[in-house]
């Protein structure tokens, strides 16, 4: 699909609207833009965008992005992919399950990875984490707690309860809070430095 | 004295909240419902899952592109044949690589096994949730069996094959197995005939699944069902059609489509689509050139080193019609070995968005029996 063309016919209608290109996809620099462009290219004649095959989150550091495609099963067309981007401290797109049904479990999936609130979505948990999981697996940040090594709350836990805790666990346990450190596992196969 | 008496004409009625699974055996896997019926009707319907969730996503992303391919296979560990096509199918569209025809013609001649084996099987176990068990599942599984056997003898694991490579496929199909691939097509239509004879006009079959979970062909788009299940309510919408990806081009096949959408279409689209499956094989084993490389010379390197395998940077997204709808791999590379973002676009997760839309209104031993036709495998839903 032509991304110049799509651009301006969406400036076309809305104007005003703040749009950039992206490799070949588009990128909305205003998040706020997604569900009136989705209702758009969806009722549009020339396009009918009305399958919304795929819908993630990425994390690029220094900021989160959201990245759509759609397609045109009327037309037999697509991909056209938007994007939009937003800060890991607030991270806040509208949802398009108003528009696209199919967005309802994936926007929940990408809220459980990547923590990007969807507004107005009508069932906003976490999808495959537990209840009370905290923090958000799929970010860069995110450290793995390692579950073979105790820390010192969980040997004090384990000590209230008299339950005997192992000599060498301990020992660890303590070295790791002098470090200041937690029990982070290292993460599988890690590029070796050439 | 007039005596009165307080009778009232409705009955009060509570509403009775249950869970089917996570360890039942119709849920097919780690998958729990979460219900409200009123009697024996279902009120409301939440799925709840991720039992199964091993961040997937995660994990590829730690790892290099090649390391990715066996773990895939168990995403959909029915068909691991079409995740290893989509996969590479995705990495190819990245790294811009040609595969040879040999090796086409071999990856669609699995990826079309994989989809006897996985709808003569998912039609077996949707008739164990109507309560035929085990007949028809044993019957499917006996034709699976020999499709199995091919997929040992050729990537050297039945299940989980991790038999393509980018470029290309492993090991070469020698023609013992092609000759033994030709007799499988050659009997197969004996199957589901026989198959059909006992189910297509079984009458408790029929009054069981006509008109129950019936999707109309609007929500199916909106809520982005793919695979057996949107044409089966009506939307011509294949992705072997539509992309033409690979070698699919060059096929003669037709695409079934349902009149209803109910459970019933949903079953015979799955027949139907065995018998074009058929057709695609028997012209794809005619055509397959007798020799040829298997992974095209651009690939050959990295065979030995994946770790030197980097994709320029850039991002990719490849879609394959799995027997389950439409499998699709979002990649991003950075120019790294290891992919910067892998995301996986479960066909049968998403397709159980509308569960509970088919389910409300009917009685919980249909929700079972919508559940059975929609066909899901928790590896794949729970990612």
Redesign the interface.
Known sequence: MDIADVKSKLEQAFPGIALRPVRDTLLMENAKDIVKIAQFLKDSPDYQLDYLSSLTGADYLEYLEVVYHLYSMEKKTGPLVLRVRVKHDHAQVPSLVSVYRGAEYQERETYDMYGVVFENHPDPRRIFMWEGFEGFPLRKDYQQEDSETLEMEDIEWLEKHGIPVPQDLSAKAEELKKLGRRAVAQKPGQPEPE | MEKTFAVKDTMDTQTLEINIGPQHPSTHGVFRMNMVLDGEQVVSLKPV??YL?R?H???A????YT?SMPYTDRLDYFNSMSNNFAYSLAVEKLANIDVPERAQYIRVIMAELTRLVNHAAVIGFLLNDLGAFFTPVLYAFREREKIVDIFEEVSGSRMMCNYFRFGGVKLDMSPAILTRVKEIVKNFPKFLDEFEALLTRNEILCMRCQNVGVLPPE?A?????TGPMLRASG?N?DIRK?DKYSIYDRFNFRIPLGLKGDVYDRYYVRILEMRESLKILEQALDQIPATGELVSKKMVPFLKAP?NFKPPV??A?G?VESPKG?L?F?L?SDG???P??Y?V?APS??N???LEDLCIGHKVADAIVILGSIDIVLGEV??
């Open positions: 899952m991720g969730h961040n996503e995660q994990i992303e730690n790892i290099s390391s929500l788009v909106s809520a982005s069902i939307v919408y539509v770790r850039g991002e997204y879609r439409e699709g979002y991003v790294t070995p290891q910067w973002r995301h676009r997760f998403i159980l968005t509308i729970d990612h």
